[in-house]
């Protein structure tokens, strides 16, 4: 039983460089979400996805682009990263109608 | 603006001992209050979920309340264990749906042996 699934786990970037991370469920689940945790303060959302082929933004979506790309895959794009992107990101999945009640296991990534 | 603030931001306690951390809100209209448990490196995991009408809510030796009244919530951890070192946040949810999240910043409990 895996959950959220989160690829990769650790990434280090320059500044400009543009990467995807990736996110895959098992669970069937039709709702996904992207956080970024940061030091002392809480998750916020960057965006989610309530159902296959719809995205939406969050509190925080400026410099990042998403993609469902089918019901178990949500990936998140940083075209060009900069350093204040250095964050750990968390991919979260929800039943229907529920609150993210799953998540991954997180990316840290650092941007140099 | 909706806030969550958790008290104490950190706390270290002696294995056995019991402990209670505490979650203030000011998000409006309320829907629903979580709890989850962060382990080091990995992601939140959900302990309990409480809506208006509850006030009590027990997950093993997790115990939560909540005072709607007050927006006040307490998560007590009674008889720790070396495992219950983790980050605890708060999240609450207002009647808007699942955009409208506000997570607190959590509080840091380290149980010694």
């Known amino acids: 039983n895996a959950g959220v699934t989160q690829t990769p786990k650790f990434q280090v970037l320059k500044t400009g460089q543009s990467m995807t991370l990736q996110c895959a469920q098992d669970m069937n689940h039709n709702s996904m979400y992207w956080y970024r945790q940061d030091p002392g303060m809480g998750l916020r959302l960057i965006y989610y996805s309530a159902s296959e082929g719809t995205t939406d933004k969050g509190e925080v979506p400026n410099g990042y682009n998403v993609s469902r790309l089918n019901k178990r895959e949500f990936s998140l794009r940083l075209e060009s990263a900069a350093p204040s992107q250095t964050s750990v990101y968390f991919c979260?999945?929800?039943?229907?109608?529920?609150?993210?009640?799953?998540f991954g296991d997180g990316t840290r990534l650092s941007i140099l | 603006k909706n806030q969550v603030e958790q008290s104490p931001q950190s706390l270290i306690i002696l294995e056995g001992k019991n402990c209670t951390l505490q979650?203030?809100?000011?998000?409006?209209?309320?829907?629903?209050l979580r709890w989850y448990k962060q382990d080091t490196g990995r992601g939140p995991v959900s302990l309990t979920i409480?809506?208006?009408?509850?006030n009590t809510k027990s997950n093993g030796r997790y115990t939560a309340t909540l005072d709607a009244d007050t927006k006040q919530s307490s998560l007590h951890i009674t008889a720790s264990q070396l495992s219950d070192s983790a980050s605890y946040i708060c999240v609450v949810s207002d009647l808007w749906g699942r955009r409208a999240l506000t997570f607190g910043s959590g509080t840091r409990l380290q149980v010694q042996p």
């Open positions: 979650c203030n809100y000011t998000v409006s209209p309320f829907s629903n």
């Open positions: 979260a999945s929800s039943e229907p109608g529920s609150q993210p009640q799953h």
């Open positions: 409480m809506t208006f009408s509850e």
